[in-house]
């Protein structure tokens, strides 16, 4: 049953089943060491649920959720550079522009803690059709 489970985690690309397969190999060196059926289940089911455990509480075993609107795996655009010749004004308290970027005109919204000013920016987020811009020396991707 633990090669079965290994050859499983070799599709399914986690870990979870490999720890599982390390409590079941922990449940056949109880039965090689004579331990009865009993022993067995619970050797290889507490072997299982430390494994586990351990492997939740390492690295491996922790999701990272990114925002996908500041995720450069998910938008190219994010850490592109574009030009704002000027600042339209604000709205709602955010300074806004209108620039060509990729062939197309785009709304252009200045992160908070950059200066309105023509100039060079990098794209941090994308909210749907707008781009949120950092200067181009302070953007921290």
Known sequence: MAGVLVVLEMFTGTFYLLMIAIGLV??????????????????????????????????????????????????????QTLVVDEWAGQQGGVRTARVMYRGAMWDVELDAHAQARPGTYVIREVRGNRLVVAESGTANL
């Open 26 to 79: 922990a449940g056949g060196l109880a039965a090689l060491a004579g331990g009865g059926t009993a022993v067995q289940l619970a050797v290889a089911g507490i072997a299982g649920a430390i494994a586990t455990y351990g492997l939740r509480r390492s690295k491996w075993g922790k999701t990272s959720r990114r925002d996908a609107q500041r995720d450069p795996n998910v938008n190219l655009d994010i850490g």
